[in-house]
């Protein structure tokens, strides 16, 4: 599957929005990926999820122990992918601030784990999950997501594998384009709401 055909499938699900948008980074950028409108769809996200699934299976040879994902966008395709990969999923949350294991999930101590994303901008929650699954004993041999819109240039510690890639431009927001000057932005993300 190709970046195109990753982009198709957003705009066929109405899930590739034009506008001004506040990123979980808090930088600006005038398109976001409503990846909740993909994961809506089991059809589609297993779609996905396996392509994706197939180059882990491809560029890390050996498969972890266990997949890990940040909640809120992270648990659907982390699931999925531990579904395609026959593996466990577990996800973390953000407790005081910082990511942590809830709900009865552990780790053994240096267990293997691929961190699973549903979309990369700068790698903030990436690095952030990664830091609290070491924490919590786990080994973080890679990262994946469902879409990189960093075109490659986020760095989260780890190889990222991510399903399709590509640079969205993004914005300081005291240094925005004039096309997004003026216009009222909007916050679809989860990041920061209560």
């Given at each position: 599957?190709?970046?195109?055909?990753?982009?198709?499938?957003?705009?066929?699900?109405?899930?590739?929005?034009?506008?001004?948008?506040?990123?979980?980074?808090?930088?600006?950028?005038?398109?976001?990926?409503?990846?909740?409108?993909?994961?809506?769809?089991?059809?589609?996200?297993a779609k996905v999820c396996a392509a994706?699934?197939?180059?882990?299976?491809?560029?890390?040879?050996?498969?972890?122990?266990?997949?890990?994902?940040?909640?809120?966008?992270?648990?659907?395709?982390?699931?999925?992918?531990?579904?395609?990969?026959?593996?466990?999923?577990?996800?973390?949350?953000?407790?005081?601030?910082?990511?942590?294991?809830?709900?009865?999930?552990?780790?053994?101590?240096?267990?293997?784990?691929?961190?699973?994303?549903?979309?990369?901008?700068?790698?903030?929650?990436?690095?952030?999950?990664?830091?609290?699954?070491?924490?919590?004993?786990?080994?973080?041999?890679?990262?994946?997501?469902?879409?990189?819109?960093?075109?490659?240039?986020?760095?989260?510690?780890?190889?990222?594998?991510?399903?399709?890639?590509?640079?969205?431009?993004?914005?300081?927001?005291?240094?925005?384009?004039?096309?997004?000057?003026?216009?009222?932005?909007?916050?679809?993300?989860?990041?920061?709401?209560?």
């Amino acid at each position: 599957m190709t970046t195109a055909d990753v982009l198709d499938i957003f705009r066929e699900a109405g899930a590739l929005l034009e506008g001004h948008f506040i990123l979980s980074s808090g930088r600006r950028s005038a398109l976001f990926m409503q990846k909740a409108l993909i994961f809506q769809n089991p059809i589609l996200t297993a779609k996905v999820c396996a392509a994706l699934a197939d180059k882990v299976r491809e560029q890390l040879g050996t498969l972890p122990d266990v997949i890990i994902a940040p909640a809120m966008g992270g648990v659907i395709p982390g699931y999925e992918m531990a579904r395609q990969l026959g593996l466990n999923s577990m996800f973390m949350e953000r407790e005081g601030g910082e990511f942590t294991l809830r709900r009865g999930f552990t780790l053994q101590e240096g267990q293997t784990v691929l961190m699973v994303e549903d979309i990369v901008t700068t790698g903030l929650s990436s690095r952030e999950t990664i830091a609290a699954i070491t924490k919590a004993g786990g080994n973080v041999i890679a990262g994946c997501c469902i879409f990189d819109r960093s075109g490659g240039d986020a760095d989260i510690g780890v190889p990222l594998i991510s399903l399709a890639s590509k640079r969205f431009p993004d914005y300081d927001p005291n240094d925005l384009p004039p096309e997004l000057a003026g216009t009222v932005a909007i916050k679809p993300g989860s990041r920061g709401l209560a």
